[in-house]
T-cell receptor, first 116, second 110 residues
Framework: NAGVMQNPRHLVRRRGQEARLRCSPM?????VYWYRQLPEEGLKFMVY????????ESGMPKERFSAEFPKEGPSILRIQQVVRGDSAAYFC??????????????FGPGTRLTVT | KNEVEQSPQNLTAQEGEFITINCSYS?????LHWLQQHPGGGIVSLFM???GKKKHGRLIATINIQEKHSSLHITASHPRDSAVYIC????????????FGKGTLLTVNP
């Protein structure tokens, strides 16, 4: 049973370009969370998605950031017109559907975004 | 004030020492996680607790719901335990999202 997969592991973008980060949850998991770790800072929640639904996006910056989790395929975190301040590690986590184990979260290896 | 506070921020120990990292939180929680992150590396979930105590190898995690406090203990520490340890809470009614402490950087010297 493969774990949470993220790609790419490292992404370099110039200011103004778009960044697309992908997350494939563990098999059987229908909940996906995105977290951001800025340099020298702690982890912060960004968005929580279930298949085809955004449940909680209270941690997403108001502009340039969007997330989706389609019926088929991975979850995508999209950052438009990247700026240097977007440079960070972006982690995805997944959890099973509601039930006693739904508080468990399994993390992917992260995508390290560098904006030059 | 952060909802989740950890102490100490930095901890240096000699190999073999018993290690304790503390976490306190200010809100009602549904569950609490202890996570491990090596420098530049991914995040590994060590424990998820909602009550009592859990043990895995040399690692022990405890939680006291009434006192809003959790501890992570490492027995017989080893240099490979050197990492950042992060406490993260799922607040009640928070849609399962994690709120993180700032982490404790543990260095175990041989």
């Amino acid at each position: 049973n493969a774990g949470v997969m993220q790609n790419p592991r490292h992404l370099v973008r110039r200011r103004g370009q778009e960044a697309r980060l992908r997350c494939s949850p563990m098999k059987g998991h229908s909940h996906v969370y995105w977290y951001r770790q800025l340099p020298e800072e702690g982890l912060k929640f960004m968005v929580y998605l279930q298949k085809e639904n955004i449940i909680d996006e209270s941690g997403m910056p108001k502009e340039r950031f969007s997330a989706e989790f389609p019926k088929e395929g991975p979850s995508i975190l999209r950052i438009q017109q990247v700026v240097r301040g977007d440079s960070a590690a972006y982690f995805c986590a997944s959890s099973p559907p509601s039930g006693p184990n739904s508080y468990e979260q399994y993390f992917g290896p992260g995508t390290r975004l560098t904006v030059t | 004030k952060n909802e989740v506070e950890q102490s100490p921020q930095n901890l240096t120990a000699q190999e073999g020492e018993f290690i304790t990292i503390n976490c306190s939180y200010s809100v009602g929680i549904s569950a609490l996680h202890w996570l491990q992150q090596h420098p530049g590396g991914g995040i590994v979930s060590l424990f998820m607790l909602s009550s009592g105590k859990k043990k895995h190898g040399r690692l022990i995690a405890t939680i006291n719901i009434q006192e809003k406090h959790s501890s992570l203990h490492i027995t017989a520490s080893h240099p490979r335990d050197s990492a950042v340890y992060i406490c993260a809470a799922i607040s009640r009614g928070s849609n399962y999202k994690l709120t993180f402490g700032k982490g404790t950087l543990l260095t175990v010297n041989p």
